[in-house]
């Protein structure tokens, strides 16, 4: 069983920045897939970005298009953590941000929410124009 806790949620302008960090329980998180999804009031729970691990200390990081370029992912196994930092923020990145892990996720499928098993609670980003 693995626990995550989203923190680093709030409300931001249009152009700012922020970093969304996710602390899980497990200590051998480090050979699990970890990201984030989003879902925005009445749409559907979509990938943001993730990790993948590919064995040893080999992860490769994935971004949905939408963010490419924007938004970074780092993790930290030292910690068992995962941070978003988000820049360049604009009012269509609103939305509950959640992070998300699990051992499915592979190099070449890691953006469908079933193939994660745990989540964290969620963390609301506001973006305002």
């Known amino acids: 069983q693995v626990q995550l806790v989203e923190s680093g949620g709030g409300l931001v302008q249009a152009g700012g920045s922020l970093r969304l960090s996710c602390a899980a329980s497990?200590?051998?998180?480090?050979?699990?897939?970890a990201g984030w999804f989003r879902q925005a009031p009445g749409k559907e729970r979509e990938f943001v970005a993730t990790?993948?691990?590919?064995?040893?200390?080999?992860?490769?990081?994935h971004y949905a298009d939408s963010v490419k370029g924007r938004f970074s992912i780092f993790r930290d196994n030292a910690d068992n953590t995962v941070l978003l930092q988000m820049n360049s923020l604009k009012p269509e990145d609103t939305a509950v941000y959640y992070c998300?892990?699990?051992?499915?996720?592979?190099?070449?499928?890691?953006?469908?929410?079933?193939?994660?098993?745990?989540w964290g609670q969620g963390t609301q980003v506001t973006v305002s124009s």
């Open positions: 998300a892990a699990g051992t499915r996720p592979s190099r070449t499928s890691y953006d469908s929410p079933f193939n994660y098993d745990y």
């Open positions: 497990r200590r051998t998180f480090t050979s699990y897939a």
């Open positions: 990790t993948t691990w590919s064995g040893g200390s080999t992860y490769y990081a």
